[in-house]
């Protein structure tokens, strides 16, 4: 067990580059989400670290072992990286029996007869697979058949399990529950994990930190909490939760606070930066008031149930979001109040 | 690009595919040296010299005529079966496609055989059933026309599989659009249907006209009799009669076959590119135009043109097999066993050529799968600028006609690099072609197959620690095993009954199944080479029903003859 750690990587195909300049550490025992819009590079990211792919660039280590370098070419191939992957396809053999798929690993490994048995049983019991044990792949329901993937890469007790979109092609119920099923096994086993994703509320719900990526670089590498309440630049700030951003000209830091204009309205914004450009107005930081700092046009309602989400266009032509309990009707005009946004600053 | 996958896949990738283009494309090259290169002036000349000869003049003709009119043949009894068949409610499908396959199965030269068993003085059929001509008239087959027949025959099945898969891919809905706008009966087929099957259409003909010009077996035991000299024949003749002598001089009319079969097969791939461009887009499901009250009279017909190409050829062959001497009525009498009794037990030219084929083409399908497998999974993997030259190039040796796959070998082998030694006259010179000719029946299907493979397969057993060798044991070889199976089957088949080949190959002692049918029936002896054809139908049809019956196992595109 160690930290992974990556040093300028850099990955392109025929030409066009996929990932640039990454340069990161993934804790030991951390759950890590990637979290991007299609083809930002998260599965690419993913693949290298499998060893699926050779980075054009930069470094790989886990720990003190170098697993690829792109600038000497030098590469640990998957088989020798002690690593797990879930595949979005599950990728269960079809001919082989559950219980085969599972003790496969350790077969490779050369383990004993016995002990090939007791951890099997181990691994089925864990993901609750004991009962279809004999049952071929083919058998199973798509949850099942993404226990067995699972429970496959647990069972020669990796370095780091990898998981590529596991539960994309589930149902939402189900998801929720395999959602519960990654996280207890993780705060079980301890297993650093890093898992790509491109839902959002996935991510935040299961990972320690998350990675905001974006046409192949990370915008943001932090916690849920502070990708959502202070984000680093507009790309995070409008992937991440339903933000806004817009200007703010002319601010003003004093020991205890900060002021800025925004949208014709002075307000106080909470920024890390000195000299802030923009704000990230997101629905909770505005309210529905008579009187409030701008005036504003109701534009479409979406019921979310038990709350509405009106989309207003203010008077300068700007879209904002906002949440009410009270229903409104498309072409009303109303006030908004905004308070404490946060303030980032961007080229 | 390279797709990923581990160094040890890159190395072994090289070795398997440095093999696969010594074996199937190193004599093509061998043979392209000898013409163009090697000789320089006197190599000119000789080649004009060659090609200003009479014989060779006619023989080019009588190639020309009996393939582009065999073609036609093939166009006309293909395509209506193909149309029928696609697009209408004909029942028991599956059977007629099945037995429209059976021509192109069975060895030309065992057709050849089985239909001049029905026609002439001498057909036993015939005469057990009274109306044999009298002695002294010609067989009508030993002729221009005899051979156009058989030729059309022989090859319409390859129309049949093209047209067939290029009308299965119209969805449903082009014609439907059609009919909602106003088109009816056969404007729609004229003006729908029609345009968009002339690719497939077009990649058939070139093909079948390739395959027929290439063809030895018919217009050898047909055109030889006659004196009808075509280019397949000559080259025979004249290597049979002189012997390695005249290599420089075959070689120049291998070259004129290979020139002329490669602009065929350009122009099939030319179609077969504008068919891709078609493709694009769902097909939902296919076409099922009912045809109504005329149903069972359409029926009956392809029934009983099935009955007459393929049934009654293979009655003839029967009846000639169990008489004791050629030209006796079957009758209660005189029906005897002798003649299978001699070919299949007594006979030591049989036995050993039993023993050769089987050899042959059991060697053959086990090196193939041995090779292609992980040769197939690796291109697919790690496709390299190399492997994807190597992948257009590989049905060279399956589409050029045999003759000149032949003398290409004959060519390449007969003197070996840096020794003194030589493979021409033994079995083994016979076998290296094989495995080039057949490279592609068993590589295709395994192509398919694997691509249809998903690729995580592989790199699951990688994340958790397969070497290579393990992958392939435990993940990728079971799974395209019966991919594999099916393509071992076919390449067994097709060896199984090969004569091209081994006729210009053969000495004594290295005979084929194909080269003796066609030595004994050359030498009068029609009975026993009956007896010997009727086994290798037998065979054959064994062969083809176990694949028929596993076809429900394997992968889309295994079968050739299930689209």
Known sequence: ?347 | MQKGGSRSEGRLLGAILVVAICLTLAPVLRLFVEGFADQGAIGLTLASEVLSQPATLTALKHSLVTAGLGTVVSLVLGAAFAFLVALTDLRAKGALVFCLMIPMMIPPQITALSWTQIMGPSSVLLKTLGIAPPLGTPQPLYSAEGIILLLGIQHMSIIFLTLRAGLRSIPQDVVEAARISGARGLRTWWQVVMPLTLPSLAAGIAITFVTALGNFGIPAMLGIPAGYVTLPTLVYQKLAGLGTSVLAEVSVLAMLIGVVAVVGILVQRFFQTRQKVFLVGATSRPLAIPLGAVRLPVEILLWAVVCVILVLPMFGLLATSLVPAYGVPLRVDTVTLTSWWEVLFRQPVTTRAFANSFGLAFGAAFVLVVLCLPLAWLMERNPTRLSRVFDSLLDLPYALPGVVLSIAMILLLINLPFTEATLYGTIWIIFLAYLARFFAVMFRPVQASLKQLDPAMGEAAQSVGASLFQRLRDVIVPLSAPAAAAGGILVFLTAFNELTVSALLWSSGTETLGVVIFNLDDSGETAMASALAMTIVLVVMVLMIAVQLLSRRFPKGVVPWQT
Request: charged share 20%.
């Open chain 1, 1 to 347: 067990m160690a930290n992974i750690a990556l040093s300028s990587v850099g990955k392109t195909f025929s030409g066009a580059p996929a990932l640039q300049d990454i340069t990161t550490c993934f804790e030991d025992g951390e759950f890590i989400a990637l979290l991007g819009p299609s083809g930002c590079g998260k599965t690419t990211l993913l693949r290298l670290l499998a060893g699926f792919e050779m980075p054009s660039a930069g470094e790989i280590r886990i720990g003190d072992r170098q697993l690829a370098n792109g600038d000497t070419g030098m590469m640990v191939p998957s088989e020798d990286r002690n690593m797990g992957f879930v595949f979005q396809s599950y990728a269960l053999w079809p001919h082989m029996t559950v219980r085969r798929n599972v003790s496969y690993p350790l077969e490779i490994r050369r383990f004993s007869k016995a002990e090939i048995a007791a951890q099997t049983d181990v691994a089925l019991e864990a993901t609750g697979l004991s009962a279809y044990a004999d049952r071929m792949p083919s058998e199973l329901s798509g949850g099942q058949r993404q226990r067995v993937a699972l429970a496959r890469c647990l069972v020669s007790d990796p370095d780091a399990v990898l998981l590529d979109e596991p539960l994309a092609n589930l149902d939402v119920a189900l998801r929720a529950t395999l959602q519960t099923v990654f996280t207890d096994f993780h705060k079980r086993t301890r297993a650093t994990m890093v898992y790509v994703t491109h839902d959002q509320a996935e991510a935040m719900a299961m990972a320690d930190r998350i990675a905001v990526m974006d046409r192949g670089q990370i915008q943001q590498f932090d916690t849920p909490q502070n990708l959502y309440e202070r984000p680093k630049n507009r790309f995070v700030a409008e992937f991440v939760g339903r933000g806004t951003v817009v200007p703010v000209r002319s601010v003003e830091t004093s020991d205890v606070a900060a002021h800025g204009h925004v949208l014709g309205a002075r307000v106080e914004v909470q920024s890390n930066h000195e000299r802030p450009s923009h704000v990230c107005l997101r629905p909770e930081n505005l309210t529905i008031t008579e009187t409030g700092d701008l005036r504003a046009r109701v534009a479409r309602v979406t019921y979310l149930g038990g709350k509405y989400l009106l989309e207003t266009v203010a008077e300068c032509g700007t879209r904002l979001m906002a949440e009410t309990r009270a229903k409104f009707d498309v072409g009303m005009q109303l006030g908004l109040t905004i308070t404490t946004p946060w303030a980032f600053y961007e080229e």
